[in-house]
């Protein structure tokens, strides 16, 4: 039997009269990294915010190995589904290391000398030792990011949710970043990432979900999607985004 870790099942989320989600259904297995792709209103950040129980849904459900997440304890289940923002969401008032290791000291109960130990491993595994005591005011945008990554790695997750992790960087900033997302894809963390990178999507991930209008339009291996897409709307969108 597959290790499915999350499946989703007709997923439907509403903002007023504004349907968002409008019955999404997909699994997710224990290794895959999925991108999804779609254009801007499609409902992909709403459905990580479901995913991490900063959104409630309408109507479906979210399974967690096989268990309804709206029965498990907040805490326990967003220490196993971690979290990257678009915009960091670091605290201000904290040092990159203290960033890592506070969730750690105050939701897994580990002693601060473990949880020194646990988060060191991960900013050196992202580049982040030479800034462990600077404040989120002193670095750059992808410093910020890759300390967000190593923060969410060090709850050791059995997934990660990325919300457009690059898209609220400089350019030449955006690259350092996808090294690190390259990096983690190809180390069996399970994946799921919002993305407008097409390289990203069509280079690391086993997956591709292409949403449109609240709804998963195509769910294939981003070597389908990227060369003979199954849905008109799929390749339109590729088309655009490929030649901007």
Same mark, same amino acid.
């Given at each position: 039997?597959?290790?499915?870790?999350?499946?989703?099942?007709?997923?439907?989320?509403?903002? =007023?009269?504004? =349907?968002?989600?409008?019955?999404?259904?997909?699994?997710?297995?224990?290794?895959?990294?999925?991108?999804?792709?779609?254009?801007? $209103?499609? +409902? !992909?950040?709403?459905?990580?915010?479901?995913?991490?129980?900063?959104?409630?849904?309408? $109507? =479906? &459900?979210?399974?967690?190995? +096989?268990?309804?997440?709206?029965?498990? @304890?907040?805490?326990?289940?967003?220490?196993?589904?971690?979290?990257?923002? %678009?915009?960091?969401?670091?605290?201000?008032?904290?040092?990159?290391?203290?960033?890592?290791?506070? =969730? %750690?000291? !105050?939701?897994?109960?580990?002693? !601060?000398?473990?949880?020194? &130990?646990?988060?060191?491993?991960?900013?050196?595994?992202?580049?982040?030792? @030479?800034?462990?005591?600077?404040?989120?005011?002193?670095?750059?945008? +992808?410093?910020?990011?890759?300390?967000?990554?190593?923060?969410?790695?060090?709850?050791?997750?059995?997934?990660?949710?990325?919300? &457009?992790?690059?898209?609220?960087?400089?350019?030449?900033?955006?690259?350092?970043?996808?090294?690190?997302?390259?990096?983690?894809?190809?180390? $069996?963390?399970?994946?799921?990432?919002?993305?407008?990178?097409?390289?990203?999507?069509?280079?690391?991930?086993?997956?591709?979900?292409?949403?449109?209008? $609240?709804?998963?339009?195509?769910?294939?291996? @981003?070597?389908?999607?990227?060369? &003979?897409?199954?849905?008109?709307?799929?390749?339109?969108?590729?088309?655009?985004?490929?030649?901007?």
């Amino acid at each position: 039997m597959e290790d499915i870790i999350l499946s989703v099942n007709d997923l439907f989320k509403t903002f =007023g009269a504004n =349907g968002v989600l409008k019955g999404i259904d997909f699994k997710v297995k224990k290794g895959e990294v999925i991108s999804v792709i779609g254009p801007s $209103g499609s +409902g !992909k950040s709403t459905l990580l915010r479901c995913i991490n129980m900063l959104e409630k849904a309408d $109507g =479906g &459900e979210i399974l967690y190995h +096989g268990v309804d997440i709206n029965t498990l @304890p907040r805490s326990a289940y967003c220490a196993k589904v971690g979290m990257v923002f %678009q915009q960091f969401n670091l605290f201000e008032n904290m040092s990159v290391l203290r960033n890592c290791t506070v =969730g %750690q000291i !105050k939701a897994l109960k580990k002693s !601060k000398a473990e949880a020194t &130990e646990n988060a060191m491993k991960y900013l050196d595994r992202v580049g982040m030792l @030479p800034y462990i005591y600077a404040k989120p005011s002193q670095l750059s945008g +992808g410093q910020k990011q890759r300390g967000a990554i190593a923060r969410a790695l060090s709850m050791d997750p059995e997934i990660i949710l990325f919300d &457009e992790p690059t898209s609220a960087l400089d350019p030449e900033m955006v690259g350092e970043v996808l090294s690190v997302m390259n990096d983690l894809s190809t180390s $069996g963390l399970t994946m799921i990432v919002v993305t407008h990178e097409m390289s990203f999507a069509r280079d690391a991930s086993s997956r591709v979900l292409f949403m449109e209008n $609240g709804v998963i339009a195509e769910d294939n291996p @981003p070597s389908v999607i990227f060369t &003979e897409p199954e849905h008109q709307r799929t390749r339109e969108f590729l088309t655009r985004i490929l030649n901007n």
